[in-house]
């Protein structure tokens, strides 16, 4: 059985060796993602540039997501390095503090209008919440607190406002460099961090086609107010990211189980593709095999429906790369075994689909959980009719059949789909057409003779957005 849950992966210094590179797009690697948020322009070039050839050593078609840094506020650097901060004693941070400048008694921030965003009573968590400052004075550029968790503080920290409410915009200038290159390299998905609504996501959206790229968009869910404005972020965006280490922080870690498995829900129930995120197999940067705590983090996140998972440290910075994604894989494959996939599903069961092509897709998906169909094939020029179908649960695989190279790597993170190679203008028949479908399904060794198969496709063959019927077929 093809493992149905997409794998995405973290590229970084541990990955800057074409063959360990090679080797995890082997092991499982689906979709590449590029941290915006370290590194430059030119280390995301190269890397990419070693991503694509690795997909070509390989093989097989790799997905790029860009992730764009956003607004991340974080205190600057130490003159030390590190401080140490005990429970009870006062800290400052300044933000017309030397960045260079940090002690045990205070420490410069680079967003400079964090004093205007907070006020005495609120509580700053520093470093994914592990340092907790309670605010008690605010004046000028300096921000006067004290220590309700102590511990080791070192530089660069990130640093979030529980409860949200930090008025950075979603786009930074640093960010909007990015998206130049995200259009320059024609990459297939940017992700934008920290984003706040709708507005956000349509903004990013407007400034890479301005750009002239093509990309689809991921909103990252990570501040309180994207969890207020959760259905209008997720129309507004094409893939959801379930961020879960910003979101923990703004939210409490309390009620992120469940936030997860509602933005997942909702995702998947708008049409739209959903990535569980952040610190799935985090033991693994250091250890060669998983916790079973993060066994279990992940395969719930696969029995939830999420679209993929998604390692960051683990094969960025980790010693073992190539181990975490196929850690990663046989986590999936074992959870997939256990979900139930021919369920009565209560997907889109009500309302009304938005055309021809929802309609066909899910028709495809009723058919095929109630028959011994082996294969689901969709002459698609977009993507969007296996997007649909991959929303329904189930067991079989669905092939988009494409002529285009851009929609081949963008399937790559969507459910149960895989590409293939397939040009649909060069049949002059329907009899030339079944006959180059059933050699290729046999030459990839994905059916047997005699074999059903579903059909999708359009009246005219090669246009986007034509999908019209569906055929059952048995393969000759």
Known sequence: MLRRTKIV??????????????DMVRAGLDVVRLNASHGTVEDRRRRLGMVREAAHRADKCVGVLLDLGGPKIRIESFRDKKVMLQEGQLFTLDTALDPKAGTAEEVGVAYKGLP???GPGDALLIGDGQIVLGVERVSGTRIETRVRVGGELSDRKGLNRQGGGISAPAISEKDREDIRFAAEEQVDYMAV???RDAADIEQARTLIRQAGGDARIVAKVERNEAVANLSGIIDAADVVMVARGDLGVEMGYAELTGLQKTIIHQTRGRNRVVITATQMMESMIQNPVPTRAEVSDVANAVMDGTDA???SAETAA???????VEAMAQVIEGAEKYQLTHSRTRHRTEGQFKGSEEAIAMAVMYTANHMKVRAIVALTESGATPLWMSRIRSDIPIYAFTRHEPTRRR???YRGVYPVIFDV????????LYGAL???????????RRDLVILTKGELSGVQGGTNSMQILQVA
Do not use: C, H, Q
């Open 193 to 195: 961090s920290f984003a």
């Open 425 to 432: 203008t060069r049949a002059n028949s329907t009899g030339e």
């Open 318 to 324: 980790g010693r073992y790369p190539v181990k975490a």
């Open 438 to 448: 059933f050699s290729r399904l046999l030459e990839l060794d994905l059916v047997k």
């Open 116 to 118: 205007k965003d907070v």
């Open 9 to 22: 992966a973290t590229v970084g210094p541990a990955t800057d060796d074409i063959a360990v590179l090679t």
């Open 309 to 311: 998972v998604m390692l």
């Open 411 to 413: 399937v790559t993170i």
